[in-house]
């Protein structure tokens, strides 16, 4: 088994939380995976990274947490979870100001309908040719982990 | 000085000198899994044509296999209170695991020399364990004098130069078998090895010591390749290569038939279209 794969393990090998996000199945995995957490690190403003990067590190373990109690005896492996919780966070940030509105619509849209896609598709059409199945409970507790993490951000904006 | 005096006084210098100097010698601590399982007047039994089916959780229990017949090269096993912490080591590494509900240490004294299926099935009953984990033995000593070692005969020389040359080599093997249908399950070994110079007098002290801290060592060792054995195990039935097993999880979902699941987090190619268009249009947009 994958050291640094998320598995069940994750509870005696606390690193898993963290790395069960960034091993993929094969190199189109990863690529794919990429391409979507590209989009928030090239899209988020300059005075906004540090915060993107501690909505990362943090969201990570508590999404691997989440998922863990429906893995089993399996194991998980991919970034889009972690995508999901950036894009809906970014997309927030992005609402709050005029003129980035449009764009924070637009990647939520976006991710609203690849939520809705993989809800209505049948689970077995998500099942990979090189042996593995997409986990949608990630995307859905990712985009949910999103909308937690934008909170504090809310509070802060209120009390000022 | 008469001549049969002279002859005595070689006699004994030779004598000493025979039983002085330091000779190699070997020490052997031996169990068979074999020879308890399948003691040599007994047929081997054949294997349950049913195959092992494992539901997990698991209770696994734990015990040394006990020495067979013990020649005068053979020395015993293990020192009493020995065998407990030894287990433990083995217990601590597999106590936290997903598939392990119980695991119980079966003092080895509950095993009968060339006991067979019959005494691990007595056994498994008394302790309620599915699994029987059996570990044998054999550990070996070697005492090679160095060149200076006849400096014994001096007695001094005997308690200040340490002229043993101490090797002690010990390699356990852990067997697993499913109790219910004695199917063989996995093995993983657990090796180690020390050495050490002694004095004619600390030698007997050092082989002692020597012989725990290497099973210790082994036991570790042991229980490491263990873990990596059983996830190769998993891996086996998970693609159908082991037929004669089949594992069911808590969910009541056959291992063999899920083939071991992996799910990824992805976003397929249509996805990443659509992914760039969005970062195309926003730095478009940036821009204008």
């Given at each position: 088994?994958?050291?640094?794969?998320?598995?069940?393990?994750?509870?005696?090998?606390?690193?898993?939380?963290?790395?069960?996000?960034?091993?993929?199945?094969?190199?189109?995995?990863?690529?794919a995976?990429?391409?979507?957490?590209?989009?928030p690190?090239?899209?988020?403003?300059?005075?906004?990274?540090?915060?993107?990067?501690?909505?990362?590190?943090?969201?990570?373990?508590?999404?691997?947490?989440?998922?863990?109690?429906?893995?089993?005896?399996?194991?998980?492996?991919?970034?889009?979870?972690?995508?999901c919780?950036?894009?809906?966070?970014?997309?927030?940030?992005?609402?709050?100001?005029?003129?980035?509105?449009?764009?924070?619509?637009?990647?939520?849209?976006?991710?609203?309908?690849?939520?809705?896609?993989?809800t209505?598709?049948?689970?077995?059409?998500?099942?990979r040719?090189?042996?593995?199945?997409?986990?949608?409970?990630?995307?859905?507790?990712?985009?949910?982990?999103?909308?937690?993490?934008?909170?504090?951000?809310?509070?802060?904006?209120?009390?000022? | 000085?008469?001549?049969?005096?002279?002859?005595?006084?070689?006699?004994?210098?030779?004598?000493?000198?025979?039983?002085?100097?330091?000779?190699?010698?070997?020490?052997?601590?031996?169990?068979?899994?074999?020879?308890?399982?399948?003691?040599?007047?007994?047929?081997?039994?054949?294997?349950?044509?049913?195959?092992?089916?494992?539901?997990?959780?698991?209770?696994?229990?734990?015990?040394?296999?006990?020495?067979?017949?013990?020649?005068?090269?053979?020395?015993?096993?293990?020192?009493p209170?020995?065998?407990?912490?030894?287990?433990?080591?083995?217990?601590?590494?597999?106590?936290?695991?997903?598939?392990?509900?119980?695991?119980?240490?079966?003092?080895?004294?509950?095993?009968?020399?060339?006991?067979?299926?019959?005494?691990?099935d007595q056994?498994?009953?008394?302790?309620?364990v599915?699994?029987?984990?059996?570990?044998?033995?054999d550990?070996?000593?070697?005492?090679?004098?160095r060149?200076?070692?006849?400096?014994?005969?001096?007695?001094?020389?005997?308690?200040?130069?340490?002229?043993d040359?101490?090797?002690?080599?010990?390699?356990?093997?852990?067997?697993?078998?499913?109790?219910?249908?004695?199917?063989?399950?996995?093995?993983?070994?657990?090796?180690?090895?020390?050495?050490?110079?002694?004095?004619?007098?600390?030698?007997?002290?050092?082989?002692?010591?020597?012989?725990?801290?290497?099973?210790?060592?082994a036991?570790?060792?042991?229980?490491?390749?263990?873990?990596?054995?059983?996830?190769?195990?998993?891996?086996?039935?998970?693609?159908?290569?082991?037929?004669?097993?089949?594992?069911?999880?808590?969910?009541?979902?056959?291992?063999?038939?899920?083939?071991?699941?992996?799910?990824?987090g992805?976003?397929?190619?249509?996805?990443?279209?659509?992914?760039?268009?969005?970062?195309?249009?926003a730095?478009?947009?940036?821009?204008?």
């Amino acid at each position: 088994m994958d050291p640094l794969a998320l598995t069940s393990e994750a509870l005696r090998e606390p690193w898993r939380l963290w790395t069960g996000h960034l091993v993929h199945f094969g190199w189109e995995h990863t690529l794919a995976n990429t391409f979507a957490l590209l989009v928030p690190a090239l899209l988020v403003p300059c005075e906004d990274r540090r915060r993107l990067c501690t909505v990362a590190l943090l969201a990570a373990p508590l999404l691997s947490l989440l998922l863990l109690p429906g893995l089993g005896q399996d194991q998980y492996r991919g970034a889009s979870g972690l995508a999901c919780v950036l894009w809906t966070w970014l997309g927030h940030r992005l609402l709050a100001t005029e003129d980035s509105a449009p764009l924070g619509r637009l990647m939520l849209g976006g991710l609203l309908l690849k939520l809705a896609g993989e809800t209505m598709v049948n689970g077995s059409l998500l099942v990979r040719a090189e042996g593995w199945q997409t986990l949608p409970a990630a995307h859905l507790w990712g985009a949910c982990l999103g909308l937690i993490s934008t909170i504090p951000a809310r509070f802060h904006a209120r009390r000022a | 000085m008469s001549r049969s005096f002279r002859f005595s006084l070689f006699g004994a210098v030779l004598a000493l000198l025979t039983l002085g100097c330091n000779t190699p010698q070997t020490t052997t601590r031996r169990s068979s899994l074999m020879d308890y399982l399948y003691p040599k007047q007994q047929n081997a039994p054949a294997p349950n044509p049913a195959g092992a089916r494992l539901k997990l959780p698991l209770k696994l229990g734990i015990a040394f296999v006990p020495g067979g017949s013990a020649s005068w090269r053979v020395q015993n096993l293990m020192a009493p209170g020995q065998e407990k912490p030894l287990l433990d080591v083995v217990k601590q590494s597999f106590k936290d695991k997903p598939w392990v509900a119980d695991i119980k240490l079966v003092p080895s004294t509950y095993l009968r020399p060339g006991g067979g299926f019959e005494n691990m099935d007595q056994v498994a009953r008394m302790y309620g364990v599915d699994v029987m984990a059996l570990v044998s033995v054999d550990q070996i000593q070697y005492t090679d004098p160095r060149w200076y070692s006849f400096t014994y005969l001096s007695i001094v020389g005997a308690y200040v130069l340490p002229g043993d040359a101490n090797d002690t080599r010990t390699l356990i093997d852990a067997a697993v078998y499913d109790v219910a249908s004695h199917t063989f399950l996995l093995r993983a070994p657990g090796q180690s090895q020390l050495k050490g110079s002694s004095t004619w007098a600390y030698r007997e002290v050092q082989l002692r010591e020597h012989s725990a801290k290497g099973l210790q060592l082994a036991m570790t060792d042991l229980a490491k390749n263990l873990d990596a054995e059983v996830a190769a195990f998993k891996a086996e039935i998970a693609s159908g290569d082991r037929k004669d097993v089949d594992v069911v999880d808590r969910q009541g979902v056959s291992l063999r038939q899920s083939g071991g699941r992996n799910f990824g987090g992805s976003v397929s190619w249509i996805e990443v279209l659509g992914v760039l268009l969005i970062l195309g249009a926003a730095l478009r947009w940036r821009r204008a």
